[in-house]
């Protein structure tokens, strides 16, 4: 990260990077690609970007104006028992040239309502709210993670490394680390006192650690497919990722760096 740039301005303009990757990936999808069925059960390419222009809206309004924002989530989770997915009807209804455009737009309000937000601030989410820099994270993670259910999906047309993995996933590596807590107390388990040490090699070669003194187990491997795991979108046993010690695996068959309920991921492909 750059010395001379603020924390929420490099994940914002990093969170803008990484949109942009995947918008030039779907811009030249037909409509065809765009009803493919992705790798989350019961979504199409659509809906992964109908999911990612409903919750860049929502992290626009969040930071804007708190008070609209809880008046929303109240009105979201009020309709959760919806036989339809409620944060994916009004995608489900538009063009993909219309949900490619409106993302498009939630993208710059989300990036405007970003800029000059102080790293102190807290902002509201379905969640526990969250400090403005993990916030930006947070979409950052859910773009590349959507975007790799994508690219999965049109590789035969695009290319396996239409949108290459960057040091950007570093933000998403940190997101992955600091959640292990929560990847137990989502489901209801208190979270071991044994530390995990955490090194990786990013896409440039570059070595990133995250050492505990006190630490006896251990991960290691490339910072993608951490990141993969952590996002679940790859099960650890078909990653390059290696675990030392009981603590460091059972984190990561569980782990989840997202919010909302508990979820396992992929099952091994072996």
């Known amino acids: 990260m750059s010395d001379d740039i603020d924390p929420v301005a490099q994940v914002t303009a990093d969170l803008v990077a990484e949109q942009d990757a995947l918008d030039d990936v779907v811009a030249g999808l037909d409509d065809d690609a765009w009803r493919r069925d992705t790798p989350s059960p019961g979504w199409t390419v659509a809906d992964q970007i109908g ?19 809880r008046r929303h989530r109240d009105e979201l989770f009020a309709q959760m028992n919806a036989d339809d997915d409620p944060t994916l009807a009004e995608a489900r209804a538009m063009t993909p040239a219309e949900l490619l ?6 993208r710059a309000g989300l990036a405007a309502a970003a800029n000059g937000v102080d790293a102190a601030t807290r902002v ?32 035969d047309l695009v290319g396996a ?8 996933c570093r933000h998403i590596a940190q997101l992955g680390v600091i959640t292990r807590g929560w990847s137990y107390a ?8 044994e530390s995990v040490n955490v090194t990786l090699t990013a896409p440039s070669g570059d070595v990133w650690t995250w050492h505990h003194d006190d630490a006896v187990a251990e991960v290691h491997g490339p910072a993608e497919d951490f990141c993969h795991v952590v996002t679940q979108r790859r099960h650890l046993d078909d990653t390059a990722v290696l675990t030392v ?7 990561l068959v569980r782990a989840q760096a997202f919010a909302g309920p508990a979820t396992d991921g992929p099952a091994a492909r072996g």
């Open 186 to 193: 989502n489901r209801g388990l208190t979270p071991p006192e």
């Open 245 to 251: 010690g009981d603590a460091a695996r059972d984190w």
């Open 124 to 155: 509201e989410w379905y969640g526990p709210s969250m400090g403005a820099r993990s916030f930006l994270t947070a979409r950052l993670m859910e773009a590349w993670a959507h975007g790799t259910d994508i690219v999965d999906t049109v590789a």
């Open 51 to 69: 999911h990612l222009w409903f919750f860049d809206r929502s992290a626009t309004l969040a930071i804007a104006d708190p008070d609209g924002f």
């Open 101 to 106: 455009a409106a993302w498009r737009d939630a």
């Open 161 to 168: 490394d239409a949108r290459p993995t960057t040091d950007r």
